[in-house]
């Protein structure tokens, strides 16, 4: 009988310990992704002309990412005043097995001065 206990005891001890190092995986792989995330949104936020849209790309085997930018309206300027347009950058990371439900997700915004 007390080996029965001990027996189901142990089994118990073994499911717990294993669901907390898969959980620790789990955590270790979206921290991942997020530092993916965050490189993007920086390049974004200080590189390239921006232009609206939405992009989808993959990531790594597990993860894709949403990029969406979109044209902020602002109050008009005077004439002869330099134009500029505010930009909102929102990328979002979703496990491929589920697209629709993203994992994380991360905004900025950008001032950009309009072409001549």
């Known amino acids: 009988m007390a080996f029965a206990i001990l027996a189901m005891m142990l089994a118990m001890v073994y499911r717990t310990v294993g669901a907390g190092a898969r959980g620790v995986e789990r955590a270790e792989h979206v921290a ?8 993007e949104l920086d390049r974004l936020a200080t590189g390239p002309a921006l232009a609206v849209g939405t992009d989808t790309a993959s990531m790594d085997e597990t993860f894709g990412r949403t990029l969406r930018i979109g044209k902020v ?3 008009d300027a005077s ?3 330099p134009q500029a347009s505010l930009y909102r950058i929102e990328i979002a990371a979703f496990r491929k097995t589920d697209p629709a439900r993203p994992v994380l997700a991360l905004s900025a915004m950008r001032l950009q001065r309009d072409p001549p």
């Open 73 to 75: 309206a602002l109050a």
């Open 32 to 39: 991942g992704a997020l530092e993916l995330l965050q490189s």
């Open 79 to 81: 004439p002869g005043d």
